[in-house]
């Protein structure tokens, strides 16, 4: 996650409806954002992200239930590439899971 949170990154307030378990924080580095998502409740919750802007050029990770995409090396790798969505993009939070959203590059 350190990857795409860098250091210089501005931490931004996040809105959402509260739902028990579930946490949500936002950054943006050199106009490039960073959503993480975390359910660590035993209920999936359908979320609808909001951005204040277009998202482009977009990855997804997601770890879930122990199950997390990894290279050779062991390092997660994005589920989706090449995301992108004008303001809404709707997301399935499974239970005991973390979703993170970036268009960051890694430094």
Excluded: H, W
Excluded at 26 to 38: C, E, M, N, P, W
Excluded at 43 to 49: A, P, R
Aim: hydrophobic residues 35%; proline residues 6%; charged residues 25%.
């Amino acid at each position: 996650m350190c990857r795409y949170f860098p250091g210089g990154t501005d931490i931004v307030k996040v809105e959402y409806e509260d739902q028990p378990g579930v946490r949500v924080v936002s950054g943006v580095f050199q106009d490039k954002r960073t959503i993480a998502l975390v359910n660590f409740s035993d209920n999936d919750y359908d979320v609808l992200l909001t951005l204040p802007e277009a998202f482009k050029n977009g990855k997804m990770y997601f770890y879930v239930n122990e199950d997390m995409k990894k290279d050779e090396n062991g390092f997660p790798v994005p589920v989706f590439t090449g995301v992108e969505f004008n303001q809404d993009f709707p997301i399935q939070l499974s239970n005991q899971s973390f979703v993170l959203l970036t268009n960051v590059e890694y430094l």
